[in-house]
């Protein structure tokens, strides 16, 4: 025990146990409080250039900035880059060299075409750790289809982002060929993040036993929803929930939600006495199941529906807690209708190499400049609207940036 430190982490809300960290880890805690966060610039400084020098003539940062400010006014690709440049030239100078002036349109689609996404995700992925604490934080995991950047062979791109409950930020992506595939890359994302303490929630799709060991390895916990894919466990975690006999013995939390002409009540029903599953020990950290049953009354037809949703989770039992782990997962949701609605990702035909990948990832980013600033009041579409009138508050977000 000579290399580990006893460490206790009992302001963590899911997990008050004492646990052990390694050494190396609790250097990382006390380097992130005591380093300056990065920048975006930092950041965009750090992604590599594929270029060989004497094609550097528009610098890799210089292209990935004006990106940036493109799409918070509005552009939405390659063409939208080099039209919101040229107008905006003489303000862009206000923070850019641009010694060159601005790329064209074909320039700005190869470079961004070929640039590897694994490494700009890496760059992004090391700014927003050095800003964000995850620990005791929700991190939700999902995949979203780019429907119109079908690629040669007919494929739909989806993209796994990982999502933060508490700082609305998203800390992470990666690309899967089609939506089927999200199984295999959710692990590929999992192996980017920094994840120790925060609890993880995926959908269905990520009920795999791949997956939360992963989890467990990064050092978190997990709330994954049950479904059809794994139908005898679900078949019979829904018997053992549902059944009256036990149901009464099992932990509870309620909430109620009145708006948008509907009342919503949630309860959570959450046990540890799982014994009798037989295949507990093959999923690891399976330490409660969980039953959340949504009861919805509609103001308007006077209608009541019910659903009941089933859940596995590495927490101790507290279904407090884990029914706002649960609500906390459509925080992605939202950021993908957001992907959709302001940024009008669902129509982009953006499809050659890595473009589709890197552009999404460009969103991601305008996103993520938008949640930190805190000069404008409102949502994104509002602050995308004063900011592209405002070439004062315009400024201020990007030397902020």
């Known amino acids: 025990m000579a290399h ?9 809300k899911w997990e008050k146990e004492e646990i052990f960290m390694d050494v190396s880890t609790l250097e990382r805690h006390a380097l992130a409080m005591l ?21 550097k003539k528009y610098p890799l940062y210089e292209m990935l900035m004006t990106a940036v400010c493109a799409m918070v006014a509005g552009a939405k690709g390659p063409t939208d880059f080099e039209r ?17 002036g601005i790329p064209s ?50 494929k739909t791109p989806c993209i796994v982002s990982a999502h933060s409950h508490r700082t609305r930020l998203v800390i992470g992506q990666v690309k899967a060929d089609e939506k089927s595939n999200e199984i295999t890359a959710i692990p590929n994302l999992l192996d980017v993040l920094y994840l120790k303490g925060a609890i ?36 019979e975690i829904r018997a053992f929930m549902q059944d009256p006999a036990f149901k009464a013995r099992f932990k509870k939390a309620k909430t109620v939600d009145n708006g948008h002409g509907r009342v919503e009540t949630r309860t959570c ?12 020990d093959k999923w690891a950290g399976l330490r409660s199941v969980c039953m959340v049953e949504s009861v919805v009354y509609d103001k308007s037809t006077g209608k009541t529906t019910s659903e009941a949703r089933f859940f596995i989770s590495s927490l101790p039992v507290d279904p407090k807690r884990a029914l706002e782990a649960i609500r906390a997962h459509w925080g992605v949701e ?40 805190k000069s404008v009041f409102g949502g994104i579409s509002v602050k995308r609207k004063e900011l592209t009138w405002d070439d004062e508050k315009l400024l201020g977000l990007m030397l902020a940036a």
């Open 200 to 235: 993880v929630t995926i959908d269905a799709a990520g009920c795999q036993k791949k997956i939360v060991r992963k989890i467990l390895k990064r050092g978190a916990g997990y709330v994954i929803s049950l479904k059809g894919n794994q139908s005898t466990m679900h078949d």
């Open 334 to 373: 939202a950021m993908h209708w957001i992907l959709d609605m302001d940024f009008d990702e669902d129509r982009s035909r953006a499809r050659r190499e890595d473009l589709a990948e890197n552009l999404a990832m460009l969103r991601h980013v305008v996103i993520n400049v938008l949640r930190l600033d």
């Open 35 to 55: 380093r300056k966060p990065l920048t975006l610039k930092d950041a965009l400084l750090e992604v590599s250039d594929f270029r060989i020098d004497r094609r």
């Open 105 to 154: 349109h074909d320039t700005f689609r190869r470079v961004l075409g070929k640039l590897d996404p694994k490494r700009f995700n890496a760059a992004t992925v090391k700014w927003l750790e050095s800003i964000a604490d995850v620990t005791g934080d929700v991190i939700s995991i999902d995949g979203k289809l780019l429907r119109r950047a079908l690629t040669t062979d007919c």
């Open 269 to 280: 029903w959450q046990t540890d006495d799982i014994d009798w599953f037989e295949d507990k």
């Open 4 to 12: 580990m430190i006893y460490y206790s982490i009992s302001f963590v």
């Open 84 to 100: 919101f440049g040229r107008l905006k030239l003489r303000f862009l100078k206000k923070f850019l060299p641009l010694r060159n």
